[in-house]
């Protein structure tokens, strides 16, 4: 930095004089202070990313709570300790539970508002790649952590994750034997998918979601085209600091009511404890964010040609996630209008097809 | 608040009070500081409560006796740990050929102590606290003799009480 350190720099007069002398922060305040926000009748999906970041420390607060007393080593008896011994153990429970299936929306919603914004083009890809990433990780949180209590549905929703898995050519079977740690789900699955659930995803998480906000802080929001064509004296901008932090900060505020709302009102229920003898209990259903994926897959028949129809599936949700992945690169800077076209009904379709998928899996 | 002095006005025969504006911006702060830090406790009370140790029931005194081991057991070696209750207790056959039973926590910071038969005294590892077969510290760091238990034998039992 060309700038010298200025202890009397006026941004930072609202610290001790302690820390002005030795540390040169001002630039950091000036930073923030030149930071803008659009204002436009779209700038309300502004706050959704906030609002995914803000669910996500609920997520590390209440994770770590619940570590106190949890114990993959006797994980059913554990959470049902938590659930009907520990003070306020359900409170934290739910609330974690909650806050994950909101988190998971929330990141849907945040994605295809940018998607039709069209915030991904030039210069942003690898804002959107890397915010494709932690999608794709927040599932992954979602899949290990449905498994740690281990009842019922937990023990035959992993069985069907780690077995579709295992169609996969080449790498399908050692991914499997990797997740499940043996041949067949046991204690050895559960220490598996908490190590990766408490360790391995957070690390992956932090690092990916430190890139993601550091490139929107150096490129600053982008302006959907409507916007950017207006004349100059006609844009509106808010303040990043402190006028729109503020905000964020009440947005935040009503989440966290409507979350503590949600937890008291529709706790949290632990089934019964997982018995591999067992039969499946009948229905049984995924996580609301891979039902659309379940209930395509049941549409495929069994073979096709010489492949399984669930190969053809995963192939097929593995083309259209790279797909989606590349879409900045599809839909890049000097891209011709169809192409800009074909993006956006892409866009369409994908999110019908979920939305479908998902409300015929929840009833049938 | 140092508005220039109004000259209809005569606020100074009420000594200082604030003017109607000063109270209500006062009034309304307090109600949405005092809601606001109401609305924050009711997240920290749950996590205190669900961090707070259970109140356990007072088990130190739960174990009256047990019968730590048999008098063969001090046929090839003189000394001998035992749990009581979730206290480790040393049995010692001490130079006239008595079975003696001493707390093995150590009074210093409660590391557990071991008999070392080369220089037959009680030793503590951590520290290097030293006590005498009695339990009585002789060196190092701790301030306090061992507690001591009573031994009785039936038979071939050895038993260990409170003393």
């Known amino acids: 930095m060309s700038h010298t350190h200025d202890p009397n720099d006026p941004n930072t007069a609202f610290l001790p004089e302690a820390v002005r002398r030795r540390y040169d922060l001002g630039w950091i305040i000036e930073f923030f202070k030149h930071k803008q926000v659009p204002v436009h009748r779209h700038s309300v999906w502004y706050y959704t990313g906030g609002i995914a970041l803000f669910l996500f420390i609920v997520q590390i607060v209440t994770g770590v709570l619940l570590m106190v007393h949890y114990n993959p080593g006797q994980a059913h008896a554990s959470v049902q300790a ?7 153990g359900w409170l934290i429970r739910s609330t974690h539970s909650w806050a994950a299936n909101l988190m998971v929306l929330v990141a849907f919603i945040h994605m295809f508002s940018c998607f039709f914004m069209k915030s991904y083009k030039y210069p942003r890809e690898m804002t959107w790649i890397t915010g494709f990433v932690l ?29 579709s898995s295992e169609v996969m050519p080449v790498f399908g079977g ?17 220490e598996r998918f908490y190590a990766l659930h408490v360790w391995v995803l957070p690390l992956m998480f932090f690092g990916v979601l430190g890139l993601h906000v550091f490139f929107i802080q150096i490129q600053g929001l982008h302006e959907p085209d409507f916007f950017e064509k207006q004349p100059p004296e006609k844009k509106r901008y808010m303040r990043f600091f402190p006028d729109f932090a503020i905000k964020d900060v009440y947005v935040w505020l009503l989440v966290m009511n409507f979350l503590g709302l949600l937890a008291v009102m529709f706790p949290w229920e632990l089934g019964e404890e997982a018995d591999p003898l067992a039969p499946a209990p009948a229905d049984i259903k995924p996580e609301w964010y891979f039902l659309a ?19 053809l599936g995963m192939s097929l949700f593995g083309l259209v996630g790279l797909l989606w992945a590349l879409v900045p690169f599809i839909d890049s800077e000097h891209a011709p209008a169809w192409r800009s076209r074909g993006a956006f009904y892409f866009g369409i379709a994908l999110l019908a097809g979920m939305i479908v998928f998902t409300i015929w899996g929840y009833y049938s | 608040m140092d508005q220039p002095s109004a000259p209809h006005r005569e606020h100074h025969h009420h000594l200082h009070l604030p003017d109607k504006e000063t109270v209500r911006r006062d009034f309304i702060r307090t109600l949405f500081t005092s809601g606001f830090l109401v609305w924050i ?8 409560r669900y961090l707070k140790p259970r109140e356990e029931e007072d088990t130190t005194n739960a174990v009256q006796s047990i019968i730590a081991g048999k008098t063969g057991d001090f046929a090839s070696t003189r000394a001998k740990l035992v749990k009581f209750g979730s206290k480790p207790v040393l049995l010692l056959k001490n ?5 003696v039973a001493l707390g093995a926590t150590c009074k210093h910071l409660g590391c557990t102590v071991q008999y070392v038969a080369a220089k037959n005294h009680i030793f503590c590892g951590c520290h290097g606290g030293v006590y005498d077969l009695t ?29």
Do not use: H
Request: net charge negative; glycine share 12%.
């Open chain 1, 82 to 88: 938590i659930m009907s011994q520990v003070d306020f």
């Open chain 1, 293 to 311: 994926m379940f209930q395509l897959l049941k549409l495929f028949p069994a073979e096709v040609g010489p492949i399984t129809g669930e190969l």
């Open chain 2, 95 to 99: 130079d006239q050929g008595e079975i």
């Open chain 2, 41 to 48: 406790g009711a997240f920290i009370y749950p996590v205190y």
């Open chain 1, 174 to 190: 050692f991914m499997a034997d990797m997740m499940r740690g043996g041949k067949e789900l046991g204690v050895q699955t559960i």
């Open chain 2, 135 to 163: 339990g009585k510290n002789i060196s190092g760091p701790p301030p306090a003799p061992l507690d001591k238990y009573k031994v009785a034998i039936e038979g071939e039992d050895v038993i260990v009480s409170r003393a």
């Open chain 1, 135 to 163: 999608l794709a990780l927040c599932m992954a949180f979602g899949f290990s952590g449905y498994l740690l209590p281990w009842d019922q549905l937990a023990f035959f929703a992993t069985q069907i994750g780690v077995k």
